[in-house]
């Protein structure tokens, strides 16, 4: 039956391609008194899709039809299915068994038949009205690649050009786009027909991975089987957070009205969970154990794990569910708490040399983030440059780093290659609504290499890395432009599983930079005012040794403010870091306190100059940092972009550590705590004799 559906919806799209050229030739003109309900309902391709919209609420709560919304003000992209598609889709339920005959009369119960016209109407639309954005074919996201606005039913879809004909596209490779009635122009939105329903998958990574294990066609069986195995099934099968989910329906979430904005922000609407898996391919496996993946257990891949030396202190049993355990240690190294789209595996923004505002530009410099996987945490690396040509995994190139180099690979031997993730069509990457798997070629683990290299590099992170809510909820380097987040400072009601906040008194917000020109690193920032009080639960370091924390600041704001940094393994016992940091101070302050010059060319003195600042506790901002879309002024050029060192201690990979702000001045109304973004070095790197650290 599977099969049978593939290859009927794979026809179905071949055929849909090439059909309806005919019809309304006009589309392409703006329809200047239209909305999009109403050019709907003037065009008689539309009507079955017309009385659905009708016949469909808004949500569950309100008695607006979606067709009333689409007569109204707003920012709509509509895809819209024509009689032909909502009946071609009627036609895969017969297939599927749901219903008997493909009519509407023919459904079991009036909840199937809700269900299944909730699905045609409210997926067909992108609602960007808070965004203020609406989509054209031009501005679609690349290949295999998400709108960042969900569908009215809170659901990604992806885009797929075809490479046979660049002028053919669908929605989530089977829903095709007519190549003449797409780009229509209506007062409240863009109107684009489509020759099937759009219909994203319900399926979770738990529920998929289970099916995976007996289903020997889809490539990631073995993947499956070891899931299954070491009992994270139901782990992986959540979506959202519903206790989160009540609470703000019933408004126990209030915008907060803050002095600095016009306008109120906003709390999140969802807590979403999510899940990326980085999967070794059946094909892979049979190749390195020599056997058919019908006949591989999990047994055999740990016997193999075992044999190259990975996690030499795990236990070696059939325990599988045990986090001491082996083969648990290998699968969930391959697993990260969030779900990581195509488009934001490299966070591409404000690195020199880069245009955020150029369509499709091309990587530069390199980008990278290093996340903490489930299981035993542990760092994993995601890396994109110029000349990497696509991410990878746990890279680790040479770099052109010197004073006046300009940060591009210098060599990257076969070692630390990395592990190539394969993104586009044809691929094999699998959307469910909370993950994505991504098929890799080759292992990944947590050898003593990887430990190694990451241990003699300067480890950066935004702020905003710690926390996978903030990936999980479409927050991280969003498109929308000035985006803010309130969250709630209630102990009952808190957001984050990796952030406490201390007091009911912290007024504490995510704000995105977007095109604000701000030093900010990847542009987003950590906001707190009030009598704040935080703390993060750190990412672990890769090995044992000692460590320099510091922490990324610009003080361009007046309302900067005095924190006192603590520091410690005992969240409840953090011990305070020197004396407070004034967010205020920088290289633009009176009297020049940080010994801050710009930086004159003469290599010697200008490493004198960074000698002279480290004395008192402050780097200049990094090199690597631009504020504007392909701006020239980086942050090391920047008086008011610098870093303090906050902590300097000996760390180990197997402690957990938090870091907590609070506030230490009288007149915290208006004064803030920012932290752009954090960075962990190395003594090998900061206190390296032969070779200096980089400005970068």
């Given at each position: 039956m599977k099969k049978l559906l593939s290859i009927v919806c794979g026809l179905l799209t071949i055929v849909l391609l090439a059909c309806h050229e005919d019809v309304d030739t006009s589309a392409r003109y703006v329809f200047k008194e239209s909305t999009v309900a109403s050019y709907l309902e003037n065009h008689s391709q539309f009507s079955e899709y017309v009385r659905l919209m009708k016949e469909q609420p808004v949500s569950d709560v309100s008695k607006t039809s979606v067709y009333q919304l689409m007569t109204a003000y707003g920012c709509y992209t509509c895809f819209a299915p024509t009689n032909d598609a909502i009946q071609l889709y009627l036609d895969s339920l017969v297939i599927k068994k749901i219903i008997p005959e493909a009519s509407w009369d023919a459904f079991p119960n009036e909840r199937t038949k809700d269900s299944i016209r909730a699905v045609i109407v409210l997926n067909s639309i992108l609602d960007g009205t808070k965004y203020d954005r609406m989509y054209f074919t031009a501005e679609f996201p690349k290949t295999n690649e998400e709108f960042?606005?969900?569908?009215?039913?809170?659901?990604?879809?992806?885009?797929?050009?075809?490479?046979?004909?660049?002028?053919?596209l669908?929605?989530?490779?089977?829903?095709?786009?007519?190549?003449?009635?797409?780009?229509?122009?209506?007062?409240?939105?863009?109107?684009?027909e489509v020759g099937y329903v759009i219909n994203p998958s319900n399926e979770t990574l738990g529920s998929t991975l289970h099916k995976f294990s007996y289903d020997f066609e889809c490539n990631l069986s073995v993947m499956g089987k070891m899931v299954e195995a070491c009992g994270l099934i139901d782990t992986l099968?959540?979506?959202?957070?519903?206790?989160?989910?009540?609470?703000?329906?019933?408004?126990?979430?209030?915008?907060?009205?803050?002095?600095?904005?016009?306008?109120?922000?906003?709390?999140?609407?969802?807590?979403?969970?999510?899940?990326?898996?980085?999967?070794?391919?059946?094909?892979?496996?049979?190749t390195t154990l020599g056997k058919d993946r019908r006949e591989i257990n999990v047994e055999d891949v740990q016997n193999w794990v075992q044999e190259q030396g990975y996690y030499p202190e795990a236990v070696v049993d059939d325990n599988y569910k045990n986090p001491d355990n082996l083969l648990y240690q290998f699968v969930t190294y391959h697993l990260l708490p969030q779900r990581i789209p195509i488009d934001k595996l490299a966070l591409h923004y404000n690195e020199k040399g880069f245009n955020y505002k150029v369509k499709n530009a091309a990587p530069t410099i390199p980008v990278w983030a290093h996340y903490v996987t489930m299981g035993q945490r542990r760092l994993l690396r995601i890396w994109e440059s110029a000349e990497s040509q696509g991410p990878y995994l746990n890279r680790f190139p040479k770099l052109n780093n010197g004073r006046t180099e300009d940060y591009h690979e210098k060599e990257c031997t076969e070692q630390n290659q990395g592990v190539r993730l394969e993104t586009g069509e044809g691929s094999g990457v699998v959307r469910l609504i909370n993950a994505m798997i991504y098929p890799i070629n080759a292992p990944i683990a947590y050898t003593e290499h990887v430990r190694n290299e990451l241990g003699k590099v300067r480890l950066r992170y935004d702020s905003w890395e710690f926390q996978p809510e903030a990936m999980n909820?479409?927050?991280?380097?969003?498109?929308?432009?000035?985006?803010?987040?309130?969250?709630s400072s209630d102990p009952d009601k808190q957001y984050f599983d990796n952030?406490?906040?201390?007091?009911?008194?912290?007024?504490?917000?995510?704000?995105?930079?977007?095109?604000?020109?701000?030093?900010?690193?990847?542009?987003?920032?950590?906001?707190?005012?009030?009598?704040?009080?935080?703390?993060?639960?750190c990412p672990p370091v890769p090995k044992t040794g000692v460590y320099e924390i510091r922490m990324g600041v610009s003080t361009y704001s007046g309302t900067r403010g005095i924190c006192q940094v603590?520091?410690?393994?005992?969240?409840?016992?953090?011990?305070?870091?020197?004396?407070?940091?004034?967010?205020?101070?920088?290289?633009?302050?009176?009297?020049?306190?940080?010994?801050?010059?710009?930086?004159?060319?003469?290599?010697?003195?200008?490493a004198e100059v960074d000698k002279k600042m480290?004395?008192?506790?402050?780097?200049?901002?990094?090199?690597?940092?631009?504020?504007?879309?392909?701006?020239?002024?980086?942050n090391r050029m920047n008086a008011g972009a610098t870093r303090r060192?906050?902590?300097?201690?000996?760390?180990?990979?197997?402690?957990?550590?938090?870091?907590?702000?609070k506030t230490v001045q009288p007149d915290y109304t208006t004064k803030q705590l920012f932290v752009d973004y954090l960075e962990w070095c190395p003594k090998e790197v900061y206190d390296n004799p032969e070779r200096p650290e980089d400005i970068w």
């Open positions: 960042e606005i969900t569908t009215m039913a809170d659901r990604k879809i992806s885009v797929t050009y075809y490479k046979t004909d660049l002028d053919s669908s929605i989530d490779g089977m829903c095709p786009i007519s190549k003449k009635n797409r780009d229509i122009e209506t007062i409240n939105g863009f109107i684009h099968t959540k979506v959202r957070d519903e206790r989160y989910e009540t609470l703000y329906k019933t408004g126990a979430f209030p915008d907060f009205n803050w002095q600095l904005r016009s306008w109120p922000i906003p709390p999140p609407e969802h807590r979403k969970y999510g899940f990326t898996l980085f999967a070794e391919t059946d094909e892979f496996w049979e909820n479409d927050m991280r380097l969003t498109t929308r432009t000035d985006a803010c987040w309130y969250f952030m406490t906040v201390n007091s009911k008194e912290t007024r504490f917000m995510l704000l995105s930079g977007r095109d604000q020109s701000w030093p900010n690193y990847q542009g987003d920032e950590v906001l707190a005012e009030g009598v704040y009080d935080i703390t993060f639960t603590y520091w410690g393994p005992r969240k409840d016992q953090l011990v305070p870091q020197g004396i407070p940091v004034n967010m205020q101070l920088g290289g633009n302050s009176a009297n020049n306190l940080l010994g801050w010059e710009k930086d004159s060319g003469d290599e010697d003195y200008d480290r004395n008192n506790g402050f780097l200049k901002g990094p090199e690597y940092i631009v504020a504007s879309a392909g701006g020239r002024e980086t060192i906050v902590v300097r201690e000996t760390m180990s990979p197997d402690v957990v550590y938090y870091i907590r702000f």
